[in-house]
């Protein structure tokens, strides 16, 4: 069976960093791509972040680049996104999602409007104010 386990969120004042962790217990996990979504209240879900654990492929999409960063530990199974400078608007319940997709896919997925990730980890809330 195939488990997401997701570490991190927490409350921070804007200008604030976190760190948010998602344990891929899949057992070809450098086949898969693996990703960071998020959903604020009445909003619809977003694409964050991706990355191909099998080459390190990773995709920042817009509203976080320069901000926010992906990265893996290949031997804890463990994808990180890094959050720097938080913003208010930052704030949202995240989300690690697994996805069958190809390296050249994994960045694409995130961004496009009802794409499958097959699994979902558990949600993560991270809020940011004053």
């Known amino acids: 069976q195939v488990q997401l386990a997701v570490f991190g969120g927490g409350s921070v004042q804007p200008g604030g960093s976190l760190r948010l962790s998602c344990n891929a217990s899949v057992y070809n996990y450098m086949q898969y791509c693996i990703a960071w979504f998020r959903q604020s209240s009445g909003q619809v879900r977003e694409g964050v972040a991706s990355?191909?654990?099998?080459?390190?492929?990773?995709y920042i999409t817009n509203p976080v680049a320069g901000r926010f960063t992906i990265s893996q530990d290949n031997a804890k199974k463990t994808l990180y996104l890094n959050m720097d400078n938080l913003k208010p608007e930052d704030s949202a319940m995240y989300y690690c999602?697994?996805?069958?997709?190809?390296?050249?896919?994994?960045?694409?997925?995130?961004?496009?409007?009802?794409?499958?990730?097959?699994?979902w980890g558990q949600g993560i809330q991270v809020t940011v104010s004053s």
């Open positions: 990355i191909y654990f099998g080459d390190g492929t990773t």
């Open positions: 999602a697994l996805g069958s997709y190809l390296p050249y896919e994994c960045g694409p997925a995130i961004q496009t409007p009802g794409v499958d990730f097959g699994v």
